[in-house]
């Protein structure tokens, strides 16, 4: 079993950044496929980004590409996700899975979730 914790949310302005973490408990990540997804009130899951165990291969979804960068410290058994010049639209619980095999875009390719974070991005 993985058990996976986020931290770093909070309440920041329009064009502030933060640096949310993953960490992993109960076994190591380095072999596993991890992901940011995010769910805004009254909308569905997004798929945020994906990272290879290997720490390549990463790819964002367009809405934060080139605004958003996830990393990997596979030594610290944690991931991060760098947002930067944040928008209200961002605004959501940003949550970290684990995906033991190969994981796309899609939710059900993960197997482990965290509990998630609430990130809030005032206009």
């Known amino acids: 079993q993985v058990q996976l914790v986020e931290s770093g949310g909070g309440l920041v302005q329009a064009g502030d950044s933060l640096r949310l973490s993953c960490t992993a408990s109960g076994r190591t990540i380095s072999d596993f496929y991890m992901a940011w997804f995010r769910r805004a009130p009254g909308k569905e899951r997004e798929f945020v980004s994906r990272?290879?165990?290997?720490?390549?291969?990463?790819y964002s979804a367009d809405s934060v590409k080139g605004r958003f960068t996830m990393t990997r410290d596979n030594a610290k058994n944690t991931v991060y996700l760098q947002m930067n010049d944040l928008k209200p639209e961002d605004t959501a619980v940003y949550s970290c899975a684990a995906a033991q095999r190969r994981a796309g875009l899609t939710a059900a390719s993960y197997d482990y979730w965290g509990q998630g974070t609430q990130v809030t991005v005032s206009s």
């Open positions: 990272i290879r165990s290997d720490g390549g291969g990463t």
